[in-house]
T-cell receptor, first 115, second 113 residues
Framework: NAGVTQTPKFRVLKTGQSMTLLCAQDMNHEYMYWYRQDPGMGLRLIHYSVGEGTTAKGEVPDGYNVSRLKKQNFLLGLESAAPSQTSVYFC??????????????FGSGTRLTVV | GNSVTQMEGPVTLSEEAFLTINCTYTATGYPSLFWYVQYPGEGLQLLLKATKADDKGSNKGFEATYRKETTSFHLEKGSVQVSDSAVYFCALRADSGYSTLTFGKGTMLLVSP
């Protein structure tokens, strides 16, 4: 019962470094999402995908890129990390758009610190 | 645009107290409404939902009624437990196209024995 798996769970980056966060789901969900969670800000959508090979911008896409080459994987990339990208990142997936039927299934998060 | 406003926390209660967490929304049309819960160190989990006006969502003793006239979806529980301590998020899904969830900022609930 893996659900949504995020790797890594923790990471410290230096300003200017790059990294990729991996999200994998085993539920055959069509839709996948990347959110960031910051104190007092709730969850804000970075990018999302409505199917394999598709991506779209969310509310706060600047500084991030994504790819969905396989249906089960959704990658979030930071090309040149900045301290403002220090956050907890959550991946989610859903069967229907917006989680209408069964809601979103979330991963356990990646805590990223940029120094 | 779509938005969700929740009461600020933390909400601190004693065990067996009555809980209300207020949630109001702004959206066109007929959005679907959700409550998610986040326990410490975990991702969010769906708690309950309502997809049309006057629907009541319920789960694990929690309830919320979709009130279109007041654009509200307040979360209630009659008797909270220490294990209910978590952050609660209200969210909406607009009723158009490829719609994603819009979340409120979250309300922390702390229940003491």
């Amino acid at each position: 019962n893996a659900g949504v798996t995020q790797t890594p769970k923790f990471r410290v980056l230096k300003t200017g470094q790059s990294m990729t966060l991996l999200c994998a789901q085993d539920m055959n969900h069509e839709y996948m999402y990347w959110y960031r969670q910051d104190p007092g800000m709730g969850l804000r959508l970075i990018h999302y995908s409505v199917g394999e090979g598709t991506t779209a911008k969310g509310e706060v896409p600047d500084g991030y890129n994504v790819s969905r080459l396989k249906k089960q994987n959704f990658l979030l990339g930071l090309e040149s990390a900045a301290p403002s990208q220090t956050s907890v990142y959550f991946c989610a997936s859903s069967y229907l758009t917006g989680g209408l039927l069964g809601g979103y299934t979330f991963g356990s998060g990646t805590r990223l610190t940029v120094v | 645009g779509n938005s969700v406003t929740q009461m600020e926390g933390p909400v601190t209660l004693s065990e067996e107290a009555f809980l209300t967490i207020n949630c109001t929304y702004t959206a066109t049309g007929y959005p679907s409404l959700f409550w998610y819960v986040q326990y410490p160190g975990e991702g969010l989990q769906l708690l309950l939902k309502a997809t049309k006006a006057d629907d009541k969502g319920s789960n694990k003793g929690f309830e919320a009624t979709y009130r279109k006239e007041t654009t509200s979806f307040h979360l209630e529980k009659g008797s909270v437990q220490v294990s209910d301590s978590a952050v609660y998020f209200c969210a909406l899904r607009a009723d158009s196209g490829y719609s994603t969830l819009t979340f409120g900022k979250g309300t922390m609930l702390l229940v003491s024995p």
